[in-house]
């Protein structure tokens, strides 16, 4: 059964954190690259950050390099999102998904409900 949900997002100010979660299932996880897409309202979805499952490696889009990390629980088929210095910019549903290499481009045609995450100025 696929499984994608997202978790975590909330109203936040300007300059302030929030960690998004991702519990994904088995099939879905394991070996992939997981990572994370938002979109914003009339925007289309961008890629947001991912994680390879051995070695760890991280992608970040260039908006957010720097103030978000990426991580992942292989125990518990689990990507987190870390976002600090939020800005109003990264207003958006926050979707976790596959990620295909080198393209960074979302992995099947399954999203989960995603996670809204509001930042005020």
């Known amino acids: 059964q696929v499984q994608l949900v997202e978790s975590g997002g909330g109203l936040v100010q300007a300059g302030g954190s929030l960690r998004l979660s991702c519990i994904t299932s088995?099939?879905?996880?394991?070996?992939?690259?997981m990572g994370w897409f938002r979109q914003a309202p009339g925007k289309e979805r961008e890629f947001v950050a991912a994680?390879?499952?051995?070695?760890?490696?991280?992608y970040y889009g260039d908006s957010v390099k720097g103030r978000f990390t990426i991580s992942r629980d292989n125990a518990k088929n689990m990507v987190y999102l870390q976002m600090n210095s939020l800005k109003p910019e990264d207003t958006a549903v926050y979707y976790c998904?596959?990620?295909?290499?080198?393209?960074?481009?979302?992995?099947?045609?399954?999203w989960g409900r995603g996670t809204q995450v509001t930042v005020s100025s």
């Open positions: 998904n596959r990620v295909r290499l080198p393209q960074l481009s979302a992995l099947g045609d399954y």
């Open positions: 088995g099939r879905i996880f394991n070996p992939n690259v």
């Open positions: 994680i390879t499952p051995s070695d760890f490696s991280t």
